[in-house]
């Protein structure tokens, strides 16, 4: 199994390219299932996740083309099966996202419930209501939810739009029933949407192919259904990801480094640039991207996760990680997944001093942190590994770093080539 070998202490420095976001990615290639003719989709990231959501679609008979970052193009005018089998579904919970899809072109779909992860149980009993507002009749059979719209009466197989209010903030959620609203009949309406910029993102690249959506990044969303999409005029890119970029400044700002992070923009990460500037780091936007560096000392700064615009959870390990290099005790608070504390024992053991009492973390620092090997749990606890490791004196293994190759493309190059001693080995 890989692990990374870290010699630390470093300093990162130099400029890197931003590679397109996973969290983007996975709702534009389930788009592709809404259309009668192919979609095209650039920078795409190379990592596993997408890599299963391809294999996802293949097997449902979508012809595929290209390989990522390289444009990559979906056909789905043929599809041979609306299921989404266990065996996919379980290594990777954002299959979810083909539900809506399915159900909106097809009238059905068999998806495989996702089960938990490390970081919660992470039901998907919000996305299920929304599918029955919206005329879907759901059961759950077997570890399957079995979906579909009756063809008899008023609706013949098609989804009616309807207002769909989340009684809390759901990104896949949001995404699912704007996947689905796009070819319902009459109106959806959204409330309480998730405002993510890979929410605008994906309304984006369904606007390009005929659906009509306003409200993209407010919590309001409102979608007219058509009868049919057609394909992309052209390529979309999806946004560059903005998880990835918060944790090289997080490298940046956690090694005393200077490092250009091409393609990121501050205004997809505005509470988290705060909390960096506040803790002593410079962020300023620079052509084509945002330099993040730090020279003077780290100042302990509280944070607590919230939907965007707040402090983005998806950065809460990272930010743990920086805050036990800060002269001063901080505080970490987590309030969207029930057990996202599991790098904080790992950070322990390299010599962080981190008290965990429910949702709240208190990290004092500076710590001296020595490297040990370290097991990483989901995608960004193991980030945040990494993270201390290139602070650590000495040697850091970080095994289990399966879990990193899920969302970070080629991480061991793009911080070799800031200066990092990262290598991946077996262990
Ligand atoms: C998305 O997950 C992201 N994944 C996550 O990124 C991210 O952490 C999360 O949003 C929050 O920003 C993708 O976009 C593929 P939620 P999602 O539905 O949509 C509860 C990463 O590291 N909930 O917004 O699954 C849920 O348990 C990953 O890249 C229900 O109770 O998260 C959680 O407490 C990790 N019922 C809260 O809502 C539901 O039906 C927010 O979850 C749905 C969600």
């Not at 490390?118 to 570890?143: N, Q, S």
């Not at 013949?156 to 699912?176: D, H, I, Y």
């Not at 606007?207 to 058509?226: F, K, N």
């Not at 700002?253 to 923009?265: N, S």
Request: hydrophobic residues 45%.
């Amino acid at each position: 199994m890989d692990a990374f070998l870290i010699s630390g202490p470093c300093r990162v420095s130099g400029s890197l390219a931003v590679s397109g976001a996973k969290n983007a990615a996975l709702p534009a290639i389930a788009a592709a299932l809404l259309a009668e003719r192919p979609v095209a989709l650039d920078r795409l990231p190379p990592v596993a996740d997408i890599r299963t959501m391809k294999r996802l679609l293949s097997g449902m008979g979508v012809a595929l083309s290209g390989e990522a970052p390289a444009t990559v193009t979906l056909d789905a005018s043929r599809l041979a099966s609306t299921e989404a089998p266990y065996d996919l579904v379980r290594t990777m919970r954002a299959s979810i996202l083909v539900l809506g899809p399915l159900l909106a072109r097809f009238g059905e779909a068999r998806v495989s419930l996702p089960g938990g992860c490390a970081i919660g149980v992470r039901p998907v009993d919000l996305h299920i209501l929304a599918f029955e507002a919206m005329g879907a009749r759901v059961a759950v059979e077997k570890g399957y939810i079995h979906a579909h719209v009756s063809r008899v009466g008023p609706q013949r197989g098609r989804l009616t739009g309807a207002t769909v209010r989340f009684p809390q903030v759901t990104v896949t959620g949001t995404e699912n029933v704007l996947l689905a609203a796009t070819l319902a009949r009459g109106v959806t309406t959204i409330e309480n949407a998730a405002c993510e910029p890979e929410v605008v993102d994906l309304a984006a690249l369904l606007s390009s192919m005929g659906a009509r959506v306003s409200g993209a990044g407010t919590p309001t969303l409102v979608v007219e259904g058509v009868d049919a999409l057609h394909g992309t005029p052209q390529p979309h890119a999806v946004l560059a990801d903005r998880i990835e970029a918060g944790t090289y400044a997080a490298a940046a700002a956690i090694t005393g480094g200077d490092v250009t992070l091409l393609g990121a923009r501050g205004e997809d990460l505005p509470a988290f640039v705060a909390a960096l500037g506040a803790a002593g780091a410079d962020v300023a936007p620079c052509d084509g991207g945002l330099r993040v560096s730090r020279s003077g000392p780290l100042r302990p700064v509280d944070v607590e996760t919230a939907p965007h615009p707040g402090y983005p959870t998806d950065l809460q390990a990272q930010w743990m990680a920086l805050m036990t290099q800060a002269g001063g005790t901080s505080r970490v608070v987590e309030t969207i997944f029930e057990n996202r504390f599991l790098h904080a024992a790992e950070l322990v053991r390299l010599g962080a001093q981190v008290r965990v009492e429910g949702h709240t973390a208190f990290v004092t620092g500076p710590s001296r942190l020595e490297g040990a090997t370290v097991t990483a749990s989901d995608l960004r606890a193991s980030a945040a590994l990494v993270l201390a490791g290139l602070v650590a004196e000495g040697e850091t293994l970080v095994r289990r770093i399966y879990h990193l190759d899920r969302g970070y493309a080629a991480m061991e190059q793009k911080l070799s080539s800031l200066g990092a001693r990262v290598s991946r080995v077996e262990g």
